[in-house]
């Protein structure tokens, strides 16, 4: 039952009008969702992504990558492996629900 809910749930969200955002947020908006489209096709290929490679892969700027991945660590999307004598060869992971999430949006797309 509680699977059923959580299902409603996403289907009620993926349904809810977006609210428009302003061109800064929403440039924000489309490097997060590269970095977690990127990370996600990379996992399922079976590659690792650190945070040297990360904004080579994506073409954002490491800072505005760094930015965005420290804020998708804040909210539990990615978790980074770090890696103590070099800091950029720490691995990023993605969390299980946000491979959840991003399967059900290929899915949904492809339909």
């Known amino acids: 039952m509680l699977g059923l809910r959580s299902k409603a749930k996403q289907l009620r969200d993926m349904l809810r009008p977006k609210k428009v955002v302003a061109p800064e947020t929403s440039d924000k908006l489309s490097g997060h969702a590269l970095i977690a489209q990127t990370l996600f096709a990379r996992e399922k290929a079976g590659q690792t992504t650190t945070l040297r490679q990360l904004h080579q892969i994506t073409q954002i700027t490491q800072p505005?990558?760094?930015?965005?991945?420290?804020?998708?660590?804040?909210?539990?999307?990615?978790?980074?492996?770090?890696?103590?004598?070099?800091?950029?060869?720490?691995?990023?992971?993605?969390?299980?629900k946000k491979r959840e999430i991003l399967k059900l949006q290929r899915i949904n797309d492809a339909a």
């Open 64 to 96: 505005a990558a760094l930015r965005i991945l420290a804020y998708m660590q804040r909210t539990g999307e990615v978790t980074v492996e770090e890696v103590i004598h070099d800091t950029f060869e720490s691995t990023i992971v993605l969390s299980k």
